[in-house]
């Protein structure tokens, strides 16, 4: 078989177990449902770091954020790591983006006045830009200009909910926007995407498209008939303690984050929160089912190795907050489908193996027949890809546990430090997930965590002061210690200069050892 094609589709911020080939009780995904009977469906895949731009800085170079420093939205990415894009263009593909990789560039070398340090959604290097769609929107706002509507001024305004009366059992997210289904966001990128596949269908050389939609990342707003898809009374209850005030006293962290992101504090507002969430994932599957179908009618799918997954999740209400950060599983654990017909395993398969989104750069790199660098913290999928494995069935020494990050330091305030008195450096949360417990460990003279997760699995009640957990959390911590010594970055330790010159010995490729 030839080299494939690539498919590379983000979801922003997609909870894992929204996905009806899942089991979830309300949510549809046909899309994604055919995709994973297609292929493969890692059913305990998580992201490394929230929010958006350090998430995909993990997706797309392969590091852990304690090795690609990416700390949040705007942080600068060096330019002299490995990058997805870069990389597969060393193998003879011209990697093209539909959407956005959340980059901040590099500033060292530039001019103070580089426009490049006022834009913190810069295109990540290597990628040809074929639409460019992030938090600005413009692309999406000329398009519906084009097609007749009239846009708001500031244009944010397009995102406002229509002046309609919302009906008995609906809740504050129900109204639909000004635009309908046809003219979302998805579908403008979805279009794009299309028009691109017609333009290249006749290409000789394999293709590569990072296609990266917004949905269903925030705002909670849906057209019809997406809007009224879902009854609030229908959907799963958060998980979350009895009050706001009883989540605040877990930690002082909760406490404080709990003031800038809470959930509804009205049930229905709440219900209906997560009914909006549900159909906006939905809408966004029926335009990526439009792309896939466009692959297939042109013959072309069979040529090309998709995968879909997320930079992140959505708390969604559970823990009484919204939007993604901390140390729970919901803002972490997100879907990772990959459909290869080139794969000698059978399609269909359910991998419950522990699995990163570092392991995603690796896996492509492979099936396109190149290597991961050294400097790599994930590892290649294809064992899962090129064998009947299923359920906890996972090659030797693959990982028995994760590893993610929180980093909350804010430079352009001094907020936190006085809010917490403590030091930038100490505004950092590192998280060791296996399949029975978390724990939760900060920078700062903060308490940890710790959760069993086999007789908690909603994460309610830590066990960080309960005597019988101390030997469990001094585990974790030392297990914790050892992953972040193995994977300090390592471009340079395997060299030594010598009288006769560089000698240079590598390590063999990473296994996905014990958590990492």
Same mark, same amino acid.
């Given at each position: 078989?030839?080299?494939?094609?690539?498919?590379?589709?983000? #979801?922003?911020?997609?909870?894992?177990?929204?996905? %009806?080939?899942?089991?979830?009780?309300?949510?549809?995904?046909?899309?994604?449902?055919?995709?994973?009977?297609?292929?493969?469906?890692? @059913?305990? +895949?998580?992201?490394? &770091?929230?929010?958006?731009?350090?998430?995909?800085?993990?997706?797309?170079?392969?590091?852990?954020?304690?090795?690609?420093?990416?700390?949040?939205? $705007?942080?600068?990415?060096? /330019?002299?790591?490995?990058?997805?894009?870069?990389?597969?263009?060393?193998?003879?593909?011209?990697?093209?983006?539909?959407?956005?990789? /959340?980059?901040?560039?590099? *500033?060292? %070398?530039?001019?103070?006045?580089?426009?490049?340090?006022?834009?913190?959604?810069?295109?990540?290097?290597?990628f040809d830009v074929a639409v460019m769609l992030d938090e600005q929107i413009a692309p999406w706002l000329e398009w519906l200009a084009d097609e007749g509507l009239d846009v708001p001024d500031p244009p944010f305004g397009v995102y406002r909910h229509a002046d309609v009366e919302i009906?008995?059992?609906?809740?504050? !997210?129900?109204?639909?926007?000004?635009?309908?289904?046809? +003219?979302?966001?998805?579908?403008?990128?979805?279009? =794009?995407?299309?028009?691109?596949? @017609?333009?290249?269908?006749? /290409?000789?050389e394999p293709w590569c498209l990072h296609l990266s939609y917004l949905r269903p990342h925030p705002p909670y707003i849906v057209p019809a008939p997406y809007n009224d898809m879902y009854d609030p009374a229908d959907v799963p209850p958060p998980h979350r303690l009895e009050s706001i005030e009883a989540q605040a006293a877990v930690h002082p962290f909760l406490a404080a984050a709990l003031n800038v992101v809470p959930s509804p504090a009205d049930d229905l507002d709440q219900a209906q929160l997560r009914a909006t969430y549900y159909g906006m994932i939905t809408e966004v599957d029926a335009q990526l089912g439009r792309v896939i179908d466009a692959l297939r009618d042109r013959g072309q799918l069979d040529d090309t190795i998709v995968v879909v997954t997320s930079d992140h999740g959505e708390q969604l209400g559970d823990h009484w907050l919204v939007e993604k950060l901390g140390f729970y599983d919901p803002s972490y654990r997100i879907p990772l489908i990959v459909r290869w017909p %080139?794969?000698? %395993?059978? *399609? $269909?398969?359910?991998?419950? !193996?522990?699995?990163?989104?570092?392991?995603? #750069?690796?896996?492509?790199? @492979?099936? &396109?027949? $190149?290597?991961?660098?050294?400097? &790599?913290?994930?590892?290649?999928?294809?064992?899962?890809?090129?064998?009947?494995?299923? $359920?906890?069935? =996972?090659?030797?020494?693959?990982?028995d546990a994760v590893l993610f990050e929180y980093d909350f330091r804010m430079p352009t305030t001094t907020m936190i430090e006085e809010l917490f008195g403590i030091r930038q450096d100490e505004c950092a949360i590192s998280v060791i997930r296996d399949r029975h417990g978390k724990y939760v460990h900060f920078a700062a003279d903060f308490p940890s965590l710790c959760f069993d997760l086999d007789d908690d699995p909603g994460e309610l009640r830590d066990r960080s002061s309960d005597p019988a957990f101390t030997e469990r959390m001094l585990t974790y911590a030392q297990r914790m210690l050892d992953l972040r010594l193995r994977h300090t970055d390592s471009r340079l330790t395997g060299s030594r200069v010598t009288a006769d010159g560089l000698v240079h010995r590598p390590d063999p490729p990473r296994p996905a050892v014990g958590g990492g």
């Open positions: 078989m030839r080299r494939p094609n690539i498919l590379l589709v983000t #979801l922003d911020q997609f909870r894992a177990e929204c996905l %009806g080939v899942a089991g979830h009780p309300v949510v549809r995904t046909p899309t994604l449902d055919r995709l994973a009977t297609e292929g493969v469906r890692f @059913d305990n +895949h998580f992201s490394n &770091c929230a929010p958006c731009s350090p998430g995909r800085a993990s997706l797309l170079t392969g590091l852990w954020q304690m090795n690609h420093r990416v700390v949040d939205n $705007g942080a600068p990415l060096a /330019d002299d790591l490995p990058m997805l894009p870069r990389l597969l263009r060393d193998l003879g593909y011209t990697p093209t983006l539909f959407g956005y990789t /959340d980059t901040a560039l590099d *500033p060292r %070398g530039r001019a103070d006045d580089d426009p490049a340090l006022r834009n913190w959604e810069e295109p990540m290097a290597g009906p008995e059992g609906r809740g504050a !997210s129900w109204p639909p926007p000004i635009y309908d289904a046809d +003219h979302t966001e998805s579908a403008f990128i979805s279009n =794009a995407a299309i028009s691109w596949l @017609d333009d290249h269908s006749a /290409d000789t %080139g794969m000698t %395993g059978s *399609p $269909g398969r359910v991998v419950e !193996s522990f699995t990163e989104n570092v392991d995603v #750069l690796p896996t492509l790199l @492979d099936v &396109c027949g $190149g290597n991961a660098p050294e400097f &790599c913290d994930g590892a290649s999928l294809r064992p899962f890809l090129d064998s009947e494995r299923r $359920g906890l069935d =996972a090659p030797p020494r693959w990982r």
